[in-house]
């Protein structure tokens, strides 16, 4: 059975998830976290987990939300922390993506986070989009923050990035964009050792390869798996099991 290891099932587009979650049985779906990355999906998240066996929530504070931030954010993240249906502190990060950004107030979120990450000794999950080089920098810092390991999610770095992370003891997890015509994903996949990959779908984003530019779900994690499979020379169903286990295995609290 499938693991998606982040979603955001909080969209709007979801109507509350209800549909995705009674159809996770018959779509092969075992498991679905559900990322936050404001105050407000970081609690939707913990709700939705709470009230559904099958679903588990992460929570944070996305760096394009960073400036957004109000005074108890970290009070209340601590609080969303204490459920036992909340796996792991993230998405927390870096995103230089766009041109407006302010590094000041994304750099200063992802230490406070980092401090929080220590105190409840859970995994992070890190969103890192052109910073390759200053989120390095804080890992070299903070890396004892990490006591509960990492996630680099939906990673989109080099492959010496990668297997750096990896040697690092932190898990590389692939979303629908290695099933782009245009990505240079393979060669990662194909270096990285298979105990170190985890698969997601990131959705409502990043619809994978039939699926491009509709609207995700959780279900279509299948094609990164496939995706996977293929590059690595094995059945689906292995890699299927594999990075189930490894699911298991980066999110103790998963279960
Ligand atoms: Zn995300």
């Known amino acids: 059975m499938l693991i998606d290891t982040h979603a955001h099932l909080t969209d709007v587009r979801y ?3 209800g549909e995705i979650i009674s159809n996770m049985d018959a ?3 075992e498991r679905v976290i559900s990322v936050g990355f404001n105050e407000f999906s970081s609690a939707y998240s ?3 987990a709470e009230q559904n066996p099958k679903i588990y929530a992460a929570v944070g504070i996305h760096p394009s939300d960073a400036a957004d931030v109000g005074q108890g954010y970290l009070g209340t993240l601590a609080e969303l922390c204490d459920s036992v249906k909340c796996v792991a502190v993230g998405e927390i990060g870096l995103d230089y993506h766009y041109d407006d950004t302010d590094k000041r107030s994304q750099m200063r979120v992802l230490i406070e986070q980092l401090e929080l990450v220590r105190s409840v000794n859970l995994p992070a999950v890190f969103h890192v989009r052109d910073a390759y080089g200053d989120f390095y920098d804080v890992i070299k810092k903070y890396r004892s923050n990490l006591t509960a390991g990492a996630v680099m999610h939906c990673f989109s770095g080099s492959k010496e990035t990668a297997l750096t ?4 003891g932190f898990y590389i997890s692939f979303s629908g964009s290695i099933t782009f015509k245009n990505s240079k994903a393979a060669e990662i996949i194909q270096a990285l050792p298979l105990d170190r990959i985890l698969i997601e779908t990131d959705c409502p ?4 390869t039939p699926h491009r530019g509709e609207l995700n779900y959780p279900k279509y994690v299948r094609y990164q798996a496939e995706k996977i499979a293929e590059v690595r020379g ?3 169903e ?3 099991e594999i990075t189930r286990q490894n699911a298991y295995r ?3 609290r998963l279960n």
């Open 234 to 236: 094995l059945p689906v």
């Open 238 to 240: 292995e890699v299927i």
């Open 27 to 29: 779509d092969g779906l």
């Open 46 to 48: 913990v709700k939705i």
């Open 15 to 17: 109507e509350g998830a």
């Open 250 to 252: 980066a999110f103790p």
């Open 165 to 168: 992370y990896a040697d690092m």
């Open 205 to 208: 984003y990043l619809a994978p």
